[in-house]
């Protein structure tokens, strides 16, 4: 986790199949935004109801918690770039089934269900790609690529919607419906011209799928730094739960009103998308383990900021800053993952993650929504920005440990591969320095 040269992004992205990769993500990812869009406001001017909303909002988050950790044993089970092509497929036949109930005006709950089967089959997609990202670019240009990736992501967040505004001005809202099915079919073709070919451990033996997925389990009890890193990265997404719930009183309290919250989103994906271009740099930090702390006081304390200030300037600008550390805690982390961990495991401890993920952001928005309610913005705001920061620092040293552990092995593991056979000296040997195990 330390010594890593810095990767850049146009090394990365000169190897084909990670062009491919990123170019198909990015297009379904725009879709996907401008559905989301299109589907709440159909949802809405159909019901006049918010519980609907919800509803809708919980078609997309509960079936990425309940299946994210299976979706990592099929990543790791099947071929990883089938399985995507699958996936995109299964998309694509799914929100054709939507749009003809969309434009028949069929029932909402069966509108929703095809929703929640969309975003379940959906759910293979950051296990296989995670895993997929070492087979397509060099070790040196992990972090660039992953930070591609998160910045892309923040990208798609401001654009995606804005297509899908400009496609309800159509007046018709099967046509965002089936401007996403055309970004499957677009994503599809784009995975099926991918020459990178990779599989898991997971289909070894026919075992049980409890026995597969608690593999990736004992892989993480085995690594400290790994488990670490899962925490940390599901503490950082509690926080965006958080945010949420947070984000239409914080633009009221700015005096641009509930549609603030726009705004607040878009200047978190304009820190996401900065974040991203410093990951690189950051990632050849000698200690990885402060790098990752300093992103997580970045994404949390500008809440308790935030409890300072009316302003809407100032309060759009911490969410710049919110945002750019998210995006270093994921990639960093995620970074760390792929370099530490066995390739054909990788797919279901990012299962896992996920999974954890996804519950903390969840559980940290219900509780966010409680906490404003018994005790009022202010206060919520000042225990989200100081408590997830208090949090993380706690996490530091067992980080720290982990990390000096790793960085200790790797310098034995190097001692013996150039013939010395002298472990004691190996805490000598500069991990930047030492050839590769």
């Known amino acids: 986790m330390t010594g890593q040269s810095a990767g850049r992004y146009r090394d990365a992205l000169r190897h084909r199949d990670f062009r491919v990769m990123l170019t198909a993500f990015g297009i379904d990812q725009i879709g996907s935004w401008a559905y989301n869009v299109v589907l709440i406001v159909y949802i809405y001017d159909r019901t006049g109801s918010t519980a609907w909303i919800a509803a809708t909002t919980a078609a997309g988050w509960i079936p990425r918690i309940l299946f994210s950790g299976y979706a990592g044993v099929l990543a790791d089970r099947f071929e990883r770039t089938r399985t995507l092509l699958v996936s995109a497929l299964l998309a694509l036949v799914l929100m054709a089934a939507i749009a003809l109930v969309v434009a028949t005006g069929g029932p909402i709950i069966l509108v929703l269900v095809l929703a929640a089967a969309t975003a ?42 804005a297509i899908g505004g400009l496609l309800l001005l159509a007046g018709r809202p099967v046509c965002g419906i089936l401007f996403n099915l055309a970004t499957f079919a677009a994503a599809a073709v784009l995975i099926s011209r991918l020459r990178v070919r990779s599989t898991g451990t997971a289909g070894d033996g026919e075992k049980r799928l409890v026995t597969q997925l608690t593999a990736g389990i004992a892989a993480l009890r085995r690594n400290q730094q790994a488990r670490t890193l899962v925490a940390f990265c599901a503490l950082g997404t509690a926080v965006y739960g958080a945010s949420t719930v947070l984000y239409v009183p914080m633009s009221e309290r700015f005096g641009t009103g509930a549609n603030g919250y726009s705004y607040l989103l878009t200047a978190a994906a304009i820190g996401g998308v900065l974040g991203a271009a410093a990951v690189g740099r950051l990632s050849a930090a000698a200690r990885q383990s402060v790098i990752i702390l300093g992103g997580m006081l970045a994404l949390a304390l500008p809440f308790a900021a935030t409890a300072l200030t009316t302003s809407p300037v100032v309060g759009f600008v911490l969410q710049i800053i919110s945002g750019g550390g998210m995006v270093v805690v994921d990639v960093l982390a995620l970074t760390v993952l792929q370099r530490e961990l066995p390739r054909d495991l990788l797919s279901r401890v990012i299962g896992i993650l996920e999974t954890a993920a996804l519950g903390a952001a969840l559980a940290a928005s219900f509780a966010v929504a409680t906490l404003i309610h018994k005790a009022g913005l202010t206060d919520a705001l000042l225990i989200v920005g100081l408590g997830f920061s208090i949090i993380a620092a706690a996490g530091l040293r067992p ?9 200790r092995g790797a310098g034995i593991r190097a001692t013996r591969v150039t013939g010395l056979q002298i472990p004691e000296l190996a805490g000598l040997v500069p991990v930047a320095a030492a050839p590769a195990p």
């Not at 040196?140 to 798609?156: K, Q, S, T, Y």
């Not at 980080?399 to 000096?404: D, K, M, S, T």
Request: proline share 6%.
């Open 399 to 407: 980080l720290v440990r982990a990390e000096g552990r790793m960085a």
């Open 120 to 161: 379940a089959v959906g759910t293979v997609y950051l296990p296989a790609s995670g895993a997929l990202i070492p087979e397509t670019v060099a070790e040196g240009d992990l972090a660039a690529a992953n930070g591609l990736f998160g910045m892309l992501e923040n990208l798609v967040v401001i654009v995606g919607p």
